[in-house]
T-cell receptor, first 115, second 110 residues
């Protein structure tokens, strides 16, 4: 039973399209995150939500919009896709964002390729 | 701001060799420190963690000690296996998020 699951695992799309990536966690955690991993494996946080409320919004273009319908789901919608958006996107969750020692559990990643 | 610096890879070793991957950090306050591992085609998994100075995290033969005086959290393993080949990320907790180093690829050959 997968703890943090993302769909799709692979996504190939043309420039200018709009796409969504879905994430669900069954761990009962309060906090969920989106991270972007570039081609050099560098990981950078994009957003985090705690109990459906946005708490971290790093410098990310407005074309990226997270949506959290409930605390078990955090979806990422991307408008007007650009070549530079090609990356692996990871969803993660943790028990409580306020507890800094809490580990994060990661999904398998979604490899987005924009052509 | 807070940051993590890792040694650049790839690190290439023969099976049963000793492994060290260096990690240093810059942080205000007293963060928790983590090592995550990413196997090919998979997400990140927590390998070990330490929450305060002088704590030693350990798991699967890997160890790392939280050294406040040198702001370091080096990863070590006495005898690596081919199955340890992966990318290893050092991370710290900062303002409700994890900040990662750039990752170090480890390749172990039989």
């Amino acid at each position: 039973d997968t703890a943090v699951s993302q769909t799709p695992k692979y996504l190939v799309t043309q420039m200018g399209n709009d796409k969504s990536i879905k994430c669900e966690q069954n761990l009962g955690h309060d906090t969920m995150y989106w991270y972007k991993q570039d081609s050099k494996k560098f990981l950078k946080i994009m957003f985090s939500y705690n109990n459906k409320e946005l708490i971290i919004n790093e410098t990310v273009p407005n074309r990226f919009s997270p949506k959290s319908p409930d605390k078990a789901h955090l979806n990422l919608h991307i408008n007007s896709l650009e070549l530079g958006d090609s990356a692996v996107y990871f969803c993660a969750s943790s028990q409580d964002a306020g507890t800094i020692s809490t580990e994060a559990f990661f999904g398998q990643g979604t490899r987005l390729t924009v052509v | 701001g807070d940051s993590v610096t890792q040694m650049e890879g790839p690190v290439t070793l023969s099976e049963e060799a000793f492994l060290t991957i260096n990690c240093t950090y810059t942080a205000t306050g007293y963060p928790s420190l983590f090592w995550y591992v990413q196997y090919p085609g998979e997400g990140l998994q927590l390998l070990l963690k330490a929450t305060k100075a002088d704590d030693k995290g350990s798991n699967k033969g890997f160890e790392a000690t939280y050294r406040k005086e040198t702001t370091s959290f080096h990863l070590e393993k006495g005898s690596v296996q081919v199955s340890d080949s992966a990318v290893y990320f050092c991370a710290l907790s900062s303002a409700d998020k994890l900040i990662f180093g750039t990752g170090t690829r480890l390749q172990v050959f039989p």
